[in-house]
């Protein structure tokens, strides 16, 4: 798995998804591309003291998502985006986040 993680992409419109969906919310096509984005701007931070983990809203190319940041990551920072929950110093975005193909699928 590559740097990054995966999103959708409707073929018709080019809205960007996160998490992938059946029908794009925004012209209802259900034709999409897959688009790899490798980081993204933490908005907002929950931490809990004494945790080395917090929760974040992270936004990417017009994608808002939770992932969960360094503690020390702060509204701003921009931050790597990962689907391994191994690598602790990313953001971990859940959910599917890998893909390679970005030929239009239809769902």
Excluded: W
Aim: hydrophobic fraction near 35%.
């Amino acid at each position: 798995m590559g740097d990054g993680i995966v999103l959708q992409e409707c073929a018709a419109c080019q809205s960007r998804l996160f998490p992938d969906r059946l029908r794009c919310p925004a012209c209802g096509s259900r034709v999409f591309t897959r688009v790899r984005v490798a980081s993204g701007r933490v908005e907002e931070v929950t931490t809990r003291p004494g945790a080395d983990q917090a929760i974040a809203t992270v936004s990417s190319n017009g994608v808002t998502m939770i992932a969960r940041v360094p503690a020390t990551a702060q509204a701003g920072d921009v931050v790597r985006l990962t689907g391994d929950p191994r690598d602790t110093g990313a953001a971990l975005v859940p959910g599917r986040t890998h893909g390679s193909s970005s030929e239009p699928r239809r769902f």
